[in-house]
């Protein structure tokens, strides 16, 4: 059964930076894209970015509001995603979820971690 | 970017009723669509995807179904466990894109 568990949410500043981690289990991590969702407060959920597979050179594809701002990243040795933020603003404050493509390039998310809040203020 | 209308945003129901969310796709996605169900402070949950298509473990009471770029989620017989927040998702283009969410709150 796979399972995802993210770290790494805190309260920084704008224009700071943070690294969210996202330690899978349970599954052949370099099989699947991975993906980042993000919530903000009482708000809908907002795709961020995806590193494809290892077939697909775990090339990677990101929103607009994120590109050049935010990478991601994949350890298959620890079977962990990774999302860098850079630059942040006080709108990226959301809860981040990592999330598990089912399989190829048209894929739905079936399988998502708790998430972890990130609050940009000052 | 392939904008997601989802309606209604919100849904008054009592248990045993049937319920239809709808989601409209401004372009053609090839029936890439997924739907999602949240509770208050989890996760989303896949419950169909491809369309139609019902994720293992998910109660055969909700079903989805696509007519062009018009997708349906029918939930036949609402239980009380069914009360939450349903979002549409196209695995079509990117970028990625939800649709802004239907609340299903009880009547």
């Known amino acids: 059964e796979a399972h995802l568990v993210e770290s790494g949410g805190d309260l920084v500043q704008p224009g700071g930076s943070l690294r969210l981690s996202c330690a899978v289990s349970g599954f052949t991590f370099s099989d699947h894209y991975m993906d980042w969702v993000r919530q903000a407060p009482g708000k809908g959920l907002e795709w961020v970015g995806r590193?494809?597979?290892?077939?697909?050179?775990?090339?990677?594809e990101f929103a607009a509001s994120v590109k050049g701002r935010f990478t991601i990243s994949r350890d298959e040795s620890k079977n962990s995603l990774y999302l860098q933020m850079n630059s942040l603003r006080t709108e990226d404050t959301a809860v981040y979820f990592c999330?598990?493509?089912?399989?190829?390039?048209?894929?739905?998310?079936?399988?998502w971690g708790q998430g972890t809040l990130v609050t940009v203020s000052s | 970017d392939i904008q997601m209308t989802q309606s209604p945003s919100t849904l008054s129901a009592s248990v045993g009723d049937r319920v239809t969310i709808t989601c409209r796709a401004s372009q053609n996605i090839n029936s890439r669509l997924a739907w999602y169900q949240q509770k208050p402070g989890k996760a989303p949950k896949v419950l169909i995807y491809?369309?139609?298509s019902l994720e293992s473990g998910v109660p055969s009471r909700f079903s989805g179904s696509a007519s062009g770029t018009e997708f349906t989620l029918t939930i036949s017989g609402l239980q009380p466990d069914d009360f939450a927040t349903y979002y549409c998702?196209?695995?079509?283009?990117?970028?990625?894109?939800f649709g802004g969410g239907t609340k299903v709150e009880i009547k």
């Open positions: 590193t494809k597979n290892k077939d697909e050179g775990y090339a990677t």
């Open positions: 999330a598990r493509g089912r399989g190829g390039a048209y894929s739905d998310f079936d399988n």
């Open positions: 998702q196209q695995c079509h283009k990117y970028p990625l894109t």
């Open positions: 491809k369309a139609s």
